[in-house]
């Protein structure tokens, strides 16, 4: 039992931030060290906010991953334009709309502007490793940077699953217009959520917002006040008969039916809403490559 003990606290440190702050003073003895089953980092992070006990795998193998970041190299560096996307998958899938997709759409943006663009301010891409293990490569990143090079970060646009095969069309909710959960982003964010709403309606898509849960990359940038948005197709929630008369799909079904699991391979994927928001990804990121003053006044 002493020895689980031991390992769950290994557990509790290499998972960051805030489950950190949640979970380092807890007591010993919340933590079952019999019967324990398997749960990724991100189910830990999930359940440290919603219980009081938590289930702890009962071995693990410490793992070393990176981040791939790229950046231009013209434009201004004191006013970079930081897009992301996470890289790795969950282990019970390829994981090709979460993240494949959002990895590739970034991918093909970068790209299609080559590394010495006519643009005022850089552009930095960020390929972020281990965000299903509970966000920790965007949050090793941030936290890594001094605080000038934070103030150097104009915003952080953030792409996961953005062609789900019942897919909704959503983004950030940086003006926090649903009025539920998390609240608005950083000052700036409703101005990047405008400029996705118009990429996208420029397509024919009215899209909704998506409450900033905390749930992928954008989380440690907002929590250092950094301004973010992005775009999103859903996981595991249930398109309604509005959506559905909107968007097309099917009503009562998820946005992602293979959320997490093996089926989320390249057969289902919904490659005209991957187009679509690649497209919106690619005009948004080359507008703030000339001009971010709307969004940082
Ligand atoms: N970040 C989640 C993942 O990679 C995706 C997600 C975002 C799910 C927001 C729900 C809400 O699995
Ligand atoms: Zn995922
Ligand atoms: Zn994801
Ligand atoms: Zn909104």
Redesign the pocket.
């Known amino acids: 039992a002493a020895e689980q003990g031991a390992e769950a606290a290994i557990i509790y440190n290499n998972v960051e931030g805030e489950l950190n702050g949640t979970l380092g003073g807890a007591d010993a003895g919340v933590i079952p060290t019999a019967g324990v089953t398997k749960a990724t980092g991100?189910e830990l992070v999930e359940r440290a906010g919603t219980t009081a006990t938590l289930d702890l795998r009962a071995s693990f193998d410490e793992i070393t991953t990176e981040n791939v970041i790229a950046e231009t190299r013209t434009g201004r560096e004191d006013n970079v334009v930081m897009a992301g996307a996470?890289l790795d998958s969950?282990d019970e899938g390829a994981g090709i709309n979460?993240?494949g997709t959002g990895s590739a759409g970034l991918l093909s943006t970068a790209l299609s502007m080559g590394g010495t663009p006519d643009v005022n301010n850089a552009v930095r891409f960020a390929w972020w490793g281990a965000?299903?293990s509970g966000l920790i490569g965007s949050t090793e990143y941030v936290k890594g940077l001094s605080f000038q090079e934070q103030l150097d970060i104009a915003m952080y646009l953030n792409f996961?699953?953005i062609g789900s095969p019942n897919a909704g069309y959503f983004t950030y909710d940086g003006d926090d217009s649903d009025g539920v959960g998390a609240g608005p982003g950083p000052h700036g964010s409703a101005q990047i959520e405008q400029d996705f709403v118009e990429a996208m309606r420029n397509q024919g898509i009215e899209v909704e917002g998506?409450d900033f849960?905390g749930?992928?990359d954008y989380g440690q940038f907002i929590a250092e006040g950094i301004p973010a948005g992005g775009l999103?197709t859903g996981?595991?929630?249930v398109k309604t008969e509005e959506q559905a008369a909107k968007w097309g799909g099917e009503a009562g079904v998820a946005y992602d039916p293979n959320?997490?699991t093996a089926e989320d391979n390249l057969d289902n994927v919904d490659r005209s809403a991957l187009i679509r928001n690649t497209r919106a990804m690619a005009e948004v990121v080359d507008h703030y490559g000339q001009t971010t003053e709307e969004v940082n006044g």
């Open positions: 991100a996470h969950v979460d993240n965000e299903e996961d699953m998506t849960n749930r992928s999103f996981a595991g929630g959320y997490h």
